[in-house]
Each structure stands twice: as C-alpha cells, then as structure tokens.
Nanobody, 122 residues
Framework: QVQLVESGGGLVQAGGSLRLSCTAS????????MGWFRQAPGKEREFVAA????????NYAVSVKGRFTISRDNAKNTVYLQMNSLKPEDTAVYYC???????????????WGQGTQVTVSS
C-alpha cells in the first residue's frame, strides 16, 4: 500500500508559476511510475504528465507540454510538477498517482492522492 500526499496548490495569477509536490509513504517509491492528473469542475479527470521509475523518461499532455515539467527525487520519495505560464484553464484539482506496472504512457494507476487545488485567475 502506498499513501500519496500532494501539496503546493494555491491561487496564482495567469502567467504565474506553482510547484506541486507529492510525497509517498513506504520504501518502494522508486519502483513506481508516477503521474499527475487534474479534474476541473464539471469535467472528467485528465492526464497531465508522467515520469518513469528512474526519472529519465517523461510524457506530457499536449495542453501542458512546454509549460509544465515533471520530475522526481527517489531519495525523498517525492514527485514534483513545476507549472509555468499558468492559464485560467489550468484551474483544477491536481492529483498525483502511482502505477506499479506500465510505462509513462500507461492509463492504469493503482494509488491516488487526495488532490490539491490550483486556481489561476485571469
């Protein structure tokens, strides 16, 4: 069992930046592919970014590519999402997730955090 706790959300003006963090419990963090997802009000949850176990392969949604960067520190059991040039349409609850199997292109995740709210004002 893995517990994931996100932090770093908040209110920011359009064009600003935020860095989200997700810290995992346990000693097996480095064996999981990690992903970030988001869900805006009235919309389905969507994929944002993913990173492989060693941190050298990433995948991004088209809508965030070039603006967001996913990274991880296995020594700290933490995955990050650096979000730059934020837009009002990035407003959502952001969730991190862990997958025991699969690559950064996988759609199946086993564990989820509780989410952190990101609000971008225009």
């Amino acid at each position: 069992q893995v517990q994931l706790v996100e932090s770093g959300g908040g209110l920011v003006q359009a064009g600003g930046s935020l860095r989200l963090s997700c810290t995992a419990s346990g000693r097996t963090f480095s064996t999981y592919t990690m992903g970030w997802f988001r869900q805006a009000p009235g919309k389905e949850r969507e994929f944002v970014a993913a990173i492989n176990r060693s941190g050298d392969i990433t995948n991004y949604a088209v809508s965030v590519k070039g603006r967001f960067t996913i990274s991880r520190d296995n020594a700290k059991n933490t995955v990050y999402l650096q979000m730059n040039s934020l837009k009002p349409e990035d407003t959502a609850v952001y969730y991190c997730a862990a997958a025991r199997l699969g690559s950064v292109y996988s759609t199946s995740y086993d564990y989820w955090g509780q989410g952190t709210q990101v609000t971008v004002s225009s």
